[in-house]
C-alpha cells in the first residue's frame, strides 16, 4: 500500500489543451498520455468544449464538486451528470461534448486500455467504520473530503481529503476504514 498525497499529484494540460488535469495515478509509472495502461485524474473544466480522444481506451467519469455538466456522447442520448449521479461510463475514442450548467465542475475520471484491462468506480460515503474486501488486484481510494484512517493487516494510515492509497496485490484483501469521508474507490481488473 502506498499513500499519494494530493500535494503530491502532477498537474498537466489537458490532450486536447483545453485546460489541467491533475494525475493522481499512473501505470506505467511516468507513463505519457500514450502510454498508459490506466489513469485516474481529476479535472476542473471550466467551460463548454470537447472531450480530449484516446484511442482503445474506456473511460469512467463522476462529477466531485459544482453544479453538474451535460454530456452529449456520439451514439448515446444527452446525460447530464451532478454529484449525486453515479459513475458514467463511455469509450474515450469517441466525440464527446461537454456543457456546464451553472460555472466551473471538477471530475474524477478513471482510464483503462480496452484491450487487457476494466475498471470500476463506485462512492463510499463513509461515517464511522466500515470494512470491506478489495475486489481487484489494483486498487486506489480517494478520499475526496473529510478525513479516514486504514488499516490492511498490519499498516495503518490516515488520508486527508485530496489523498489517495494505491493498493496493489489487493485482491481479496479486508481493508478497514474510518472516519467521516466520502471516498472513490476505482478497482482495476485483467479484462
Known sequence: MRILHASDHKRMPWKNGGGETVEIAVSPEEAGLAGFDWRVSMATVAT??????????????VILDGN?????????????????????????????????QDGAITDLNVMTRRQGLAHTLSRIELDGSSSMLLPAPTCLLLCHSGVLSFRRGDETGALAAG??????????????????????????TAG
Open 68 to 100: 453538474g455538466m451535460a454530456l452529449d456522447i456520439e451514439g448515446r442520448a444527452p446525460v447530464l451528470l451532478t454529484v449525486a449521479s453515479d459513475p458514467l461510463a463511455f469509450p474515450a475514442d469517441v466525440p464527446v461534448a461537454a456543457r456546464l
Open 48 to 61: 463548454d468544449g470537447p472531450f480530449s480522444i484516446f484511442p482503445s481506451i474506456d473511460r469512467t467519469l
Open 163 to 188: 489523498d489517495a492509497l494505491l493498493i496493489e496485490n489487493a485482491a481479496g484483501a479486508e481493508l478497514e476504514i474510518d472516519g467521516d469521508a466520502k471516498c472513490y474507490l476505482v478497482s482495476i
